[in-house]
């Protein structure tokens, strides 16, 4: 029921189709392709409470669920398709607590968007490419495109005029609503007759809006850095490392990390953004020894902002973008060969004093959903407990 879709295609369906679907249920699914394609769906058997949906729906969003626009509210009929205005789609599946029935079943692809522009949301900068077969077809040259900040140039090559935009200059324009945050800017082709005009300017509007309230489960290899696919809706580039002190000065290359039991465990999460508006809050570590599964078998060390291990402390952060934390290498360690680490790390608006990173240790449900903040899961291990033999590179 729901979840993050990132598959170039596959099949949806309400719980338990074509049986038939429980009560109650709110399904929420995310659809998300590679950058500059757009998600089809369409509809292939759909059997719902009729009327006027107003107990069983399906809703589809051009987009996240909280800030896009709706694309159509479906119970019976017909099987429409709709396509995506971006490289996201929600589609959701409500019930209620009287009437059930067979549900619905669709299907979802990737389609490309056109090539004469294409946009990708990095880390540090929006890479956004105008291709110049585009700007010939509508009479321009490559000299006549420019950015907001007329400063700000781009770089031609053959056949493309190529833009790197940071987030926090040439212009750049960002914003807050419930699901993102969002960078926007305007490239502008102007034609250069300075007293009468025959074609009309173009404007591209750019837009990198970064993901909210996104769970990103990526395994983590200490020599390596972790990247983070981004697209026009992108998520924060973010990575955890192990230190091998308190000082925070060496950290730990070691894959597997070869530990002693109750050794401390010192640990810095990074956000990687060229945004210095921005901060970092550790709100969930959980450890397992299964780095797909942190549920079966799982022991919470800090939980919605609330330590549940007696050993976790946090530390002073010299820089917004740093978190840092310890906590000592507990018993099950001694009864599985491997422990991994999945971290939830909210990014807010420095200063947002009601959002997530200023609120501490809270009960879930009393959480602003209004504030704009991210949240990223990240996987970080194996930790291995160190036997006779083995020796860890960083001993001290």
């Known amino acids: 029921c729901g979840g993050s879709i990132s598959n170039s295609s596959g099949m949806l369906q309400s719980p338990f189709y074509p049986g038939s679907y429980p009560n109650n249920a709110d399904c929420v699914w995310e659809i998300q ?16 409470q009729s009327g006027r949906c107003q107990y069983d729906y399906v809703e589809v969003y051009d987009g996240p669920p909280h800030s896009s626009p709706l694309l159509g509210r479906l119970c019976s009929g017909s099987f429409p398709t709709y396509i995506s205005s971006s490289n996201m789609m929600t589609v959701r599946f409500h019930s209620d607590s009287r009437y059930t029935f067979r549900g619905f079943q669709a299907h979802y692809s990737s389609v490309p968007a056109d090539h004469n522009t294409t946009l990708l949301c990095l880390p540090d900068y929006m890479h956004a490419v105008v291709s110049r077969d585009y700007l010939q077809s509508q009479g321009y040259t490559a000299q006549m495109v ?44 102007t034609s250069s007759g300075y007293i009468i005009k025959r074609k009309k300017n173009i404007h591209l509007h750019i837009s990198c809006k970064m993901l909210q309230n996104t769970w990103m489960q990526i395994m983590y290899v200490a020599e390596d850095t972790v990247d983070v696919n981004e697209n026009q809706f992108g998520r924060y580039d973010m990575n955890i490392t192990f230190y091998d002190s308190s000082s925070f000065l060496w950290q ?25 508006n921005l901060i970092v809050f550790v709100d969930t570590c959980v ?28 530390y002073y952060s010299p820089y917004n973008h740093l978190a840092r934390f310890k906590f000592n290498a507990f018993e099950f360690i001694s009864r599985h060969t491997l422990v991994y680490l999945q971290c939830e790390l909210v990014v807010c608006r420095l200063g947002d004093y009601s959002s997530r990173c200023y609120q501490g240790c809270i009960n879930r449900s009393k959480r ?8 990223v899961n990240v996987v970080v291990g194996p930790l291995q407990l160190r036997e006779g033999g083995a020796q860890s590179k960083n001993t001290g």
């Open 33 to 48: 392709v590679e950058n500059n394609f757009r998600v089809m769906l369409t509809f292939r058997d759909i059997a719902m």
């Open 287 to 314: 450890a397992s020894p299964d780095p797909h599964d942190f549920n079966t078998l799982a022991y919470d060390i800090i939980r919605n902002g609330c330590a549940k291990d007696s050993s976790y402390v946090t």
């Open 368 to 375: 602003d959903t209004s504030s704009a903040n991210e949240n």
């Open 252 to 276: 730990v290359h070691d894959s597997p990390y070869y530990i002693d039991l109750n050794q401390n465990l010192y640990l810095q999460a990074y956000l990687h953004s060229s945004d210095p």
């Open 146 to 189: 420019t950015l907001n900040d007329s400063r700000c140039k781009p770089i031609i090559t053959s056949h493309e005029v190529i833009f790197n935009i940071p987030y926090n200059g040439c212009g750049t324009i960002r914003e807050e609503n419930n699901d993102t945050i969002n960078y926007s800017n305007m490239i502008k082709v």
